[in-house]
């Protein structure tokens, strides 16, 4: 009687291979998903603008291609009424997007799908109707920093945010870092979101 010889994917030897290949290949193609995802998330690229952004009108405008709202960046609209190199904006966003992390800011509220549903979603702070108008925007959004009890604006919830000693400095890099965020195209995200302004 001869002996039979057992297929070869029915070895010890076979599966051992492959599970070192299939690891090996995997962990290849992490790192390049991982670089390429870096890329895409960078600030500079298509849909994550340079910092100097902030020197735009940044608006929101809905897509019929694409069948969601998206980031339209405009005219000059420099920040505070100053134009800011790209390394100034850099800086300037840094300060604000410290301080929120700093501050805890996400404990109440949502960035960009990540934190809490207590407060309101900041993703596109910049861009809410809340702010009433575009020319009293930046001051509104000061003021409410400096002093969030006297420039509580509820809508009926009587949520307040507390006053966390922010400084003028750390108000105006929050200020920046919310306007440089709302021009990131977050394809849509948060759903249903209507604009200050928005267009159609």
């Not at 009926?156 to 195209?185: C, H, Y």
């Amino acid at each position: 009687m001869t002996e039979q010889i057992p297929p070869r994917w029915a070895s010890e030897t076979f599966w051992k291979k492959t599970a070192i290949w299939v690891t090996g290949g995997s962990f290849v193609l992490l790192v390049v998903l991982t670089f390429d995802s870096l890329a895409k998330i960078s600030a500079g690229g298509p849909r994550v603008p340079a910092f100097s952004v902030i020197n735009k009108d940044v608006g929101y405008r809905f897509d019929k291609t694409k069948q969601r709202y998206q980031p339209v960046i405009g005219d000059d609209a420099p920040l505070f009424g100053k134009t800011l190199t790209e390394e100034e904006a850099e800086k300037l966003v840094d300060l604000g997007k410290k301080t929120v992390q700093a501050k805890n800011c996400m404990n109440c509220h949502t960035l960009l799908g990540n934190g809490a549903y207590y407060a309101p979603d900041l993703t596109k702070a910049w861009l809410d109707q809340g702010w009433i108008a575009k020319e009293s925007r930046e001051q509104m959004m000061l003021n409410f920093l400096l002093d969030p009890e006297k420039n509580a604006r509820t809508f009926g919830s009587n949520r307040k945010m507390p006053n966390l000693d922010i400084t003028p400095q750390e108000a105006e890099g929050i200020v920046a870092f919310l306007k440089w965020m709302a021009s990131i195209d977050t394809n849509g995200f948060p759903h249903n979101f209507r604009a200050l302004g928005a267009e159609e």
